[in-house]
């Protein structure tokens, strides 16, 4: 499937402003370009639909930001969702180890589906801050203008109202912080190594052990809200 051009989808009206604002900038009209410039060369970019997680998870529904970093670049894995993949396929090792920590730290049975679609629609926002990637070829769009949409996002997303979890896992996702922290003290920042197998048993803070998924539920509870990790399989 080809990605969808121009970015005309559908997301929640809380989004729409940010995403306005970055497709009139310099930064989002030389990415736009970009892209159009290399499917007409031929490349096959993933996901088809980049945008994906802000149609699932509204705005005004967001309690837990987790931050990837870049799409798979395999056939038929990314789905416009950081770390999931669609029914069907192999557990990517990421998230082998995001559910190896799931079931140690809440006890629940590793799923045998690696698509997180329930977490985005509980008000899991799944972003990758570079949205886009060509087929074989790993941060082929990075700096090429979506990191100013994720930041926006980001930072949008710590300007409202609600208390969220900001959950940022290895280097790159750990360099948003100080836009969250800029927004004020209501939120609740988790850090940790990168779930991938080189990263997730180093220390000084790794993946596994973290104990993010019950610290968020807890700390959500003393917000008056709940989060339900389970996934069917």
């Given at each position: 499937m080809k990605l969808q051009l121009p970015l005309d989808w559908q997301v929640d009206a809380g989004w729409r402003p940010v995403l306005e604002a970055w497709r009139e900038s310099p930064a989002g009209q030389g990415l736009l370009n970009h892209l159009s410039q290399r499917e007409t060369a031929g490349?096959?970019?993933?996901?088809?639909?980049?945008?994906?997680?802000?149609?699932?998870?509204?705005?005004?529904?967001?309690?837990?930001?987790?931050?990837?970093?870049?799409?798979?670049?395999?056939?038929?894995?990314?789905?416009?969702?950081?770390?999931?993949?669609?029914?069907?396929?192999?557990?990517?090792?990421?998230?082998?180890?995001?559910?190896?920590?799931?079931?140690?730290?809440?006890?629940?049975?590793?799923?045998?589906?690696?698509?997180?679609?329930?977490?985005?629609?509980?008000?899991?926002?799944?972003?990758?801050?570079?949205?886009?990637?060509?087929?074989?070829?790993?941060?082929?769009?990075?700096?090429?203008?979506?990191?100013?949409?994720?930041?926006?996002?980001?930072e949008a997303a710590a300007r409202d109202a609600a208390p969220k979890v900001f959950m940022l896992w290895g280097a790159h996702a750990q360099a948003k912080a100080a836009l969250i922290q800029a927004a004020g003290p209501q939120h609740l920042l988790l850090q940790a190594n990168h779930p991938s197998p080189l990263s997730a048993t180093r220390p000084p803070q790794p993946f596994i052990g973290c104990a993010h998924f019950s610290q968020a539920a807890q700390w959500l509870a003393g917000q008056g809200q709940s989060l339900d990790w389970a996934l069917s399989d």
């Open positions: 490349a096959v970019i993933y996901p088809p639909d980049p945008l994906r997680a802000l149609r699932l998870t509204p705005l005004e529904r967001v309690r837990v930001v987790i931050l990837g970093q870049d799409p798979y670049h395999g056939p038929g894995q990314a789905e416009g969702l950081a770390f999931s993949v669609p029914s069907g396929n192999k557990v990517p090792p990421s998230l082998r180890n995001i559910f190896k920590e799931l079931q140690r730290d809440l006890g629940q049975q590793p799923p045998m589906t690696p698509h997180l679609g329930a977490w985005a629609q509980r008000g899991v926002l799944l972003l990758n801050t570079c949205l886009t990637v060509e087929d074989g070829a790993p941060a082929s769009h990075a700096k090429r203008g979506w990191e100013a949409l994720t930041d926006a996002l980001i």
